[in-house]
T-cell receptor, first 113, second 113 residues
Framework: GQNIDQPTEMTATEGAIVQINCTYQTSGFNGLFWYQQHAGEAPTFLSYNVLDGLEEKGRFSSFLSRSKGYSYLLLKELQMKDSASYLCAVPNPFSGGYNKLIFGAGTRLAVHP | ETGVTQTPRHLVMGMTNKKSLKCEQHLGHNAMYWYKQSAKKPLELMFV???????ENNSVPSRFSPECPNSSHLFLHLHTLQPEDSALYLC????????????FGPGTRLLVL
């Protein structure tokens, strides 16, 4: 089976750095996705990691350790607009020619002035 | 603008009504997905269509009936729903070649009275 865990809520201060963790258990592994979702809006793609290590994309970075079943999303220089839910997701490796994503419950991040 | 649109954005219906949700993607993708998002729960995959053929039905009650007339359009027909079906219904699409990024629509916020 597959299981994904991430903290329910986090708070941080504008301008600070925050790390959102995700641990997963899967019977196979085909990478890990991070999505951002503002309240009442569509989830939007942030990153996809399939190899170990850190991938940086502007203020956002994503890290993966396959041996530990662990990923984190690092947000730097936080802005108020970063207040959103952050969803961790892994594909079911047996789903063939489409992407059957298994999502975590999401981490709701509140950024305060 | 992610290239995936959904209508209506909000819907209130009684338990005896019949309504339909519509999704359209302008990305040339071959796979389309319906998800249900309830408060404080992970996104739940409901149905997947690949090249207009239904390839996943995640034990969804028959009061939800999907339809995919072509690779750009996806419908979710609703009838005799229950109050616990109130949720955000999200449509997504992907290229349909495996573990690629899914692009989400803004969702339909459904309230069943």
């Amino acid at each position: 089976g597959q299981n994904i865990d991430q903290p329910t809520e986090m708070t941080a201060t504008e301008g600070a750095i925050v790390q959102i963790n995700c641990t997963y258990q899967t019977s196979g592994f085909n990478g890990l996705f991070w999505y951002q979702q503002h309240a009442g809006e569509a989830p939007t793609f942030l990153s996809y990691n399939v190899l170990d290590g850190l991938e940086e994309k502007g203020r956002f970075s994503s890290f993966l350790s396959r041996s530990k079943g662990y990923s984190y999303l690092l947000l730097k220089e936080l802005q108020m607009k970063d207040s959103a839910s952050y969803l961790c997701a892994v594909p079911n490796p047996f789903s063939g020619g489409y992407n059957k994503l298994i999502f975590g419950a999401g981490t709701r991040l509140a950024v305060h002035p | 603008e992610t290239g995936v649109t959904q209508t209506p954005r909000h819907l209130v219906m009684g338990m005896t009504n019949k309504k339909s949700l519509k999704c359209e993607q302008h990305l040339g993708h071959n796979a389309m997905y319906w998800y249900k998002q309830s408060a404080k729960k992970p996104l739940e995959l409901m149905f997947v269509y690949s090249l207009e053929e239904r390839v996943e039905n995640n034990s969804v009650p028959s009061r939800f009936s999907p339809e995919c007339p072509n690779s750009s359009h996806l419908f979710l027909h609703l009838h005799t729903l229950q109050p616990e079906d109130s949720a955000l219904y999200l449509c997504a699409s992907s290229q349909g070649r495996g573990q690629e990024t899914q692009y989400f629509g803004p969702g339909t916020r459904l309230l069943v009275l």
